[in-house]
């Protein structure tokens, strides 16, 4: 579907904020009746967990909210990213300046802060839940759905 627009969504390690805005994101795309319209996909700046399921307690959190990211597989963030994806949204600063280095040399979708489209606007990172406790992963989930919202009405800007 050459007109689709696809979204990338970027973290460390892909085990836990990435892929959980990949199946929050898809969520809200089927409850809108765009999923036809717009391709998602999520990965790391990191190599440590290619392969990988998600953090169980990123599941756990998802599943608790009637999302299912069990499929989902880590990999890597790739150069070519920037040229497939109209959207490059990276979960912190770090992810952004790792990120934003490839895009200085070759170009393609300007990356971002996925939080740019929070409509309060206050918050600019979602924090790294890894080494924290479970409310971390219930703080991921608050940011990126509400940041979804915005996403979203972006999009369909996009696709009027
Ligand atoms: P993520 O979380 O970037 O949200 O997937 C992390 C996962 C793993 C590590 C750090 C953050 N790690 O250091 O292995």
């Known amino acids: ?24 994101f898809r969520q809200r795309l089927e409850q809108s009746g765009l999923s036809d ?18 953090d169980e ?6 599943a608790s909210r009637g999302i299912d ?14 040229e497939d994806f109209h959207y490059v949204l990276t979960m912190d600063r770090q992810n952004l300046a790792d990120v934003r280095d490839i ?17 309060a606007g206050h918050e600019d990172e979602v924090p790294d839940p890894y080494y924290g406790g479970n409310d971390g992963f219930e703080r991921v989930l608050d940011l990126i759905t509400e940041a979804s919202d915005g996403l979203l009405a972006d999009i369909r800007a996009r696709l009027d």
């Open 103 to 119: 895009w200085l040399q070759q170009g393609g979708t300007e990356p971002r802060l996925f939080l740019d489209f929070l409509e």
């Open 69 to 82: 990211i069990g499929h989902l597989r880590a990999r890597q963030f790739r150069p070519e990213d920037l």
């Open 1 to 24: 579907m050459s007109n689709q627009i696809r979204v990338l969504f970027v973290c460390l390690g892909n085990i836990c904020r990435s892929p959980t805005a990949e199946g929050v």
């Open 57 to 62: 307690r990123a599941r756990q959190a998802a």
């Open 37 to 54: 319209h717009v391709g998602v996909d999520s990965c790391g700046t990191g190599n440590w967990h290619i392969g990988k399921a998600p």
